[in-house]
């Protein structure tokens, strides 16, 4: 998690230098839940392009699995590896990565692969003798088909039971910087504030998010400027 006071006094620093502007503490925290929730909604944006560019490769260590590791590291979100494919063809809502079936005691991640091979699989006797994988189709919207080894044979070669998948649920809740007013200023007030849920490595993209926010809406193109140079850096910096 990451400390809201903490991304706070980072942005109103930021945001103040050579007196380019100040935000509220209620102009924060909007821009505070924007942030999140763009930075969040990027993770599933980035597993589904991952997914639709390379969707054979989910490797330890790959982008899939790092993006992973982000999700489970977020609060309120909850990461599963075992949820159920119903009927072994209808995935669940929220399914982000792999698929797996079970065959025979032994737990295998699924290829994809296109309806074609199959169909060329299951019509030839050398290819169908020497296959030994565990592979799906996708079948429609949300729908799929599987088909192992050694079970492969149209059209009782379809495997329907002990599938599962990846699968994301997330209730993030509202951050909040609270505070309360000594001296006519507002005073960070701990009890009643609530903390990003993000992983801590994702501060710099919150407070350049935030910073690219408060430039809109104070009008100041040097601050969005910044902002935007200082996402670029960060970028780069990701990259090496």
């Known amino acids: 998690m990451i400390n809201v006071d903490t991304v706070y006094q980072t942005v109103q620093a930021l945001a103040n230098k050579e007196q380019r502007g100040y935000l509220t503490p209620q102009e ?7 942030a999140q929730s763009d930075i969040i909604e990027q993770y599933f944006y980035d597993l589904n392009a991952i997914r639709a ?8 260590g790959d982008s899939v699995q790092m993006v992973m590791e982000k999700l489970r590291d977020t609060a309120g979100v909850t990461v599963s590896n075992t949820a159920i494919v119903v009927g072994g063809t209808d995935l669940p809502a929220g399914r982000t990565g792999k698929i797996f079936v079970t065959v025979g005691g032994i737990r295998k991640t699924l290829r ?14 050398w290819h169908r003798e020497a296959f030994d994988e565990a592979v799906y189709f996708e079948d429609g919207n949300g729908r799929i088909q599987v088909w192992s080894s050694p079970t492969i044979a149209f059209p009782t070669g379809q495997i329907t039971s002990g599938v599962t998948c990846e699968n994301v649920t997330w209730n993030i ?9 000594v001296n006519e200023k507002p005073v960070y007030d701990g009890g009643n ?13 919150l407070v350049i998010k ?4 408060a430039g809109v809406s104070i009008e100041d193109p040097q601050l969005l400027g910044y902002a935007t140079q200082a996402a670029q850096q960060n970028t780069a910096d990701e990259r090496i």
Do not use: T
């Open 28 to 34: 924060f925290n909007l821009f505070a839940n924007q």
């Open 53 to 60: 560019a390379r969707p054979e490769q989910h490797l330890v």
């Open 112 to 125: 994809l692969i296109s309806e074609d091979e199959i169909h060329d699989l299951i019509g030839s006797k």
């Open 173 to 181: 809740g509202l951050v909040f910087w609270g505070y309360v007013i």
């Open 193 to 205: 504030s609530a903390n990003f849920g993000l992983p801590s490595e994702e501060r710099p993209d």
């Open 210 to 213: 935030i910073l690219e926010l």
